[in-house]
């Protein structure tokens, strides 16, 4: 999970190397809280309950690898 996390921070964060602090956090932030975190929580109690499978605890780190690849892809274009 962390290797996503930094995978994705280091394109934003060159893009918005001249904004101030708060909006990259921001940018940073909000999506991590929003998206990664309510379906790690939702796939491990699924996981818990015998509804899913335990790898699909991997679900949010793979949803976070492929949006790190695209924003490298971007990146790399500019």
């Not at 991590?32 to 975190?37: D, F, M």
């Not at 790690?40 to 949803?63: C, D, Q, R, Y």
Request: aromatic share 12%; net charge positive; charged share 10%.
């Amino acid at each position: 999970g962390c290797i996503c996390f930094v995978l994705i921070g280091c394109p934003v964060g060159i893009w918005a190397s001249r904004s101030d602090y708060l909006s990259i956090f921001m940018i940073c932030f909000l999506p991590t809280i929003l998206v990664y975190y309510p379906i790690l929580m939702a796939m491990m109690n699924m996981a818990k309950e015998g509804k899913a499978p335990p790898f699909m605890t991997w679900l949010p780190n793979v949803i976070l690898g492929i949006g790190s690849l695209i924003l490298i892809k971007k990146l790399m274009r500019r």
